[in-house]
């Protein structure tokens, strides 16, 4: 089946450290993309990309880094500059950009929940 | 600053009631929407989606779309405790990448 893959689903990093987050999709989609989600919050966009070897940022990228060297891969590295990296971190592809029809939807991973000690 | 506004709840309804969810968004750019539900622990999955003025059925479900009020709803006819979730907006514009997402409305269906 298609689908997204991230991993580990839970992780726990000592301050100062820096992790990397996993996403791997087989829907062969161009466009993918991190959400962060804290408590009672909406998603706010990190970065994204829409191509190999190109990726944009987004609402909140400082303290984050991603490459994307691969269509079917794209992670994320939480970086020791990200002062409160504690939340849950999800992952998504989309086939390309929004067109009037609504197409490309947008399809989440199951998401890893990472947790600074 | 495109700005989504969702009432956080949560919203309790009883079992078999009409669930209204409501959604305001600032970005007049906006031509596609959607409604994802989120259960607690879990990523977001897709449960409707609307572009133009007018309501859209599927199933128990119903988008309602106003782009001049710059409103969008979503309506759970008969619901179920299995209802229960957060259920998110998300605007996007037309030939974007980009979803911005609303806080979410926590709703509660009471057995």
């Known amino acids: 089946d298609g689908g997204i893959t991230q991993s580990p689903k839970y992780l726990f990093r000592k301050e100062g450290q820096n992790v990397t987050l996993s996403c791997e999709q087989n829907?062969?989609?161009?466009?993918m993309y991190w959400y962060r989600q804290d408590p009672g919050q909406g998603l706010r966009l990190i970065y994204y990309s829409q191509i190999v070897n190109d990726f944009q940022k987004g609402d909140i990228a400082e303290g984050y880094s991603v490459s994307r060297e691969k269509k079917e891969s794209f992670p994320l590295t939480v970086t020791s500059a990200q002062k409160n990296p504690t939340a849950f971190y999800l992952c998504a592809s989309t086939s390309g950009a929004g067109g009037r029809s609504g197409a490309n939807v947008l399809t989440f991973g199951a998401g890893s929940r990472l947790t600074v000690l | 600053q495109k700005e989504v506004e969702q009432n956080s709840g949560p919203l309790s309804v009883p079992e078999g009631a009409i669930a209204s969810l409501n959604c305001t968004y600032s970005d007049r750019g906006s031509q596609s929407f959607f409604w994802y539900r989120q259960y607690s622990g879990k990523s977001p999955e897709l449960i409707m989606s609307i572009y133009s003025n007018g309501d859209k059925e599927d199933g128990r479900f119903t988008a309602q779309l106003n782009k001049a009020s710059q409103y969008v709803s979503l309506l759970i006819r008969d619901s179920q405790p299995s209802d229960s979730a957060t259920y998110l907006c998300?605007?996007?514009?037309?030939?974007?990448?980009?979803?911005?997402f609303g806080k979410g409305t926590k709703l509660s269906v009471i057995p």
């Open positions: 998300a605007p996007r514009r037309a030939g974007s990448y980009q979803l911005t």
């Open positions: 829907l062969n989609h161009d466009a």
